[in-house]
Each structure stands twice: as C-alpha cells, then as structure tokens.
C-alpha cells in the first residue's frame, strides 16, 4: 500500500518554521510546500462540514501552582546542565488506544519509546539539545471513569524516561469506547504545554475505530492545539484507506500534522550484531555510577532496574536502543535521585544537601571531599557513556548494511512511521536531527 511518509519528505511538524503540508485527497499524499505562517485551516470542499461550531476554551489566564518538591530540604533547582538548550523544549503526549484489538499497539510502544528518544536525544538547536518531556494517556478501557470518556493519564510530561517505559510496559488492553476527540480535548487542556513558537509541541494519536467517535468533536481539540501552536498527528493501526473511511486523516488535517497508517501487529525484526553483547556489559557498567540520595533514591535505582530487565526481556534490540539512550546525559537524567546527575544540574547542589540524605558510606564526609567524589564518578560515567556511544554507531552501521542488502520495502510500525514524522517536523523549529 503506498505510504503518506515516503513521498518526498513528511512529517510531523516541529518549528516555527515555513514548511507546510497539505494533504491530496485524491492521492491520499501529503505534498510539502513553503509558506508563510499557517492561517485558519478552512473545510476543505471535498470534505463533510465539521460538527457545528463550539465555543472555543480559552487559556487558563493563571498558570497551575508548581508541584512541590519531593525533598522539602533541597530547594528546586533552576540550573540546567550546559549541554541542554535553556529555552527550547520538544514536548511530546502519546495518546494510545488500548481496547481488546491493540495488543500489537501496546508491544509497538514499548519497543519505540526508546529510538523515539534517541532520536530526539539528536536534534540540536543552536547546536545544543532542546528538553524532550514526554506525556502518555490511554483511551478505550471501559474500566476508567465514563465521565471522561474512559481517559486516563498515565504519566505527565516528565523527563524520567525509566517512569514512562516502566508506565508502557504495565499497560494492558481492554474492551472499550475509543474517543479520539475526547482524548485529544484532555491533553490538550490537562498538560502544561509550554508557551512560545521556540518548543515543538505535538501529539501523536494511534488506534482504530472510527475517529468521529464520542461527544466531543476532534474540532474542538483542533481549536485548542491551534491556540497551543500543538500538532496533531494520526496513526492509524490497519489498512491506509480504511482509516481515511474512518477519518483519521481529518484529524492529522485539523491538527496541521501528518495521517499515516501501520501494521500493529508488526513483529519487531530481531537482527543479532557483534556489539550487542559488549554493549549490555558497559550497560551493567554504568549502573554502578548511579548513587542515590533522598528520598527516592530506593525507588530510582529500583525503577532503573526493573526497566533495563522489562526492556531486555521485551528484545535484545530493545534492550540495546534503551542503552544507546542511557549513553546520551543530555537525555536521560535522574537528578530527582542521583548525586551525580543532580550536581551537574546544580554546582550548588551539595551545599543545600543534608547529610541526613546521603547514602551511608557518604555521610560525615566533608563537601570538599564529596565534591572529589562526586567529580571522579562522574568523569567515570561519561567515559562509560563515550564508549557508549561509539559502539552504538557501530551498531547501527552494522544494521543499515544488513537492510541495505535485503530487498523489500520495509513494514510500517509506530517506530517508522514516528521516526519519519520527527525528523521532518523538526525542521519547522531550527532544528536538525542528525542520523
């Protein structure tokens, strides 16, 4: 079937930028064009009118109060670490459906997260790397509340990527109502999306069922995305032209993102290469620079665990993109428990530290020699990170030869279709992601 991403360059939409895209109905393809700033999208001819004007929901005019810190004794900190762009974001909500027919969805999200991440872990904007933050919600399972249209959070934007993938790996299916709308309108209205033209916001929607169901129309949330400056994309999980009879390409049209279609019950390609065992040893490797403090040091290190074994358990190249990620500091961070992360966020960070937080073998040293400490597992992980990453493009070298060499298009799946979508989107905001 032909494929919306492989005619020229789709996408997702990411800057401020001039790139547009404009969907053929009659060729069912997106076409790029360059062009000023986006005015109103109207209905276009071919289509059915829209579901009769609402009112649209303006911006809260007081931003929520900040959540309170989780170590009463350690103010938060407002540094951010040199590698990492002070004012621009890539905000991403993943909507998922999760009814009876979306096991495969479920396993392909799993497995995505993590070459989501690292792709993002490229993009660069002023030659730095913009924050990813990463929100998830399940829509379909007739267990949640019918009051709002059986939606649930599963995690808020949040940079703990160990706390999203160990959210996707505890997500089951269920029968249910599948309200695109409806979960489109809380996203939009629940997630602090960041204001400015600088962050490349976007939601990426994917299930099956007809898009128009529920009772709140996906006009609305259009209204609220646009007021947002937050993109819209479609995925929809079987045959390309039954999801246009389904209208998940108005939804990606409103949204001014991109429609595509997948196989969710794609299997992931299992490819053995030489690095993958060489990088599970440097893996273990680099656990052991974790060192917790507070509170949630237990819980962190636990989580950071119970997520490499899900990963690993789900695939080996699983298992081996979550490493690649781990080797990227800019994206994956854990100051919330781990002294080295939380001193390179913050150079005052010891000085607002209580002993009482340290680990055991830590405490009654002086700052100066913690200080020492800190400095050499540091330089110790970011020797561990480098090799890191030059096994890891060797491995991807390794693979871009192996498909070079096999014939065949290759199957869409949520990894495709989202990696595709984000590199072009990108280049709305100044941002390039390298390969």
Not at 58 to 63: G, Y
Not at 185 to 194: A, E, I, N, V, Y
Not at 412 to 421: A, S
Request: aromatic share 6%.
């Amino acid at each position: 079937m032909p494929s919306l991403l492989s005619h020229a360059t789709t996408a997702i939409l990411i800057v401020a930028a001039t790139t547009t895209f404009v969907y053929n109905r009659l060729t069912q393809e997106t076409i790029i064009a360059e062009c000023p700033p986006l005015p109103p999208v109207s209905p276009s001819p071919q289509t059915k009118e829209p579901p009769p004007a609402i009112p649209v929901l303006q911006e809260h005019s007081t931003p929520p109060a900040p959540l309170p810190s989780l170590h009463p004794s350690i103010s938060p900190s407002p540094s951010i670490p040199p590698s990492l762009h002070p004012s621009t974001k890539i905000q991403v909500a993943i909507l998922l459906d999760v009814s009876n027919s979306m096991d495969g969805l479920i396993d392909q999200a799993k497995a995505q997260l993590w070459n989501m991440v690292s792709v993002l872990g490229k993009a660069r904007c002023d030659g730095k790397t913009p924050q990813v933050e990463l929100a998830l919600y399940e829509y379909g399972r007739s267990s949640n509340s019918a009051q709002v249209g059986y939606v649930k959070q599963i995690s808020p934007f949040t940079s703990d990527l160990d706390e999203v993938s160990r959210n996707l790996f505890r997500l089951t299916t269920n029968g249910g109502d599948e309200y695109c709308g409806q979960v489109m309108h809380t996203s939009l209205t629940d997630l602090p999306w960041d204001n400015g033209d600088a962050h490349y916001k976007v939601i990426f929607i994917a299930g099956n069922e007809d898009f128009l169901q529920g009772t709140t129309p996906f006009t609305k949330a259009c209204t609220i995305a646009k007021q947002k400056g937050v993109i819209v994309n479609t995925i929809y999980c079987g045959d390309r032209q039954q999801g246009i009879r389904e209208h998940w390409n108005l939804g990606a049209e409103c949204g001014r993102g991109s429609f595509t279609n997948i196989n969710s019950n794609a299997r992931i390609q299992d490819i053995p290469t030489p690095y993958d065992q060489e990088l599970i040893v440097l893996n273990d490797k680099l656990n052991a620079t974790y060192i917790g403090y507070g509170t949630l040091a237990a819980e962190g290190k636990s989580k950071q665990e119970e997520v490499d074994r899900a990963n690993y358990e789900a695939h080996p190249s699983v298992a081996a993109k979550r490493i690649s990620v781990k080797g990227k500091s800019e994206v994956y961070r854990n100051d919330s428990w781990d002294l080295v992360d939380a001193h390179a966020a913050d150079t005052a960070f010891l000085t607002k530290l209580p002993q009482s937080s340290l680990p055991e073998n830590l405490k009654g040293k002086s700052k100066a020699e913690l200080k020492k400490y800190i400095s050499d597992l540091s330089a110790k992980r970011n020797n561990i990170q480098k090799q890191i990453s030059e096994v890891t493009a060797k491995r991807e070298n390794f693979l871009a030869a192996d498909r070079a060499n096999k014939a065949g298009n290759k199957e869409q799946t949520l990894e495709t279709e989202i990696e595709k979508i984000l590199r072009e989107q990108a280049k709305r905001y100044r941002m390039e992601i390298h390969q």
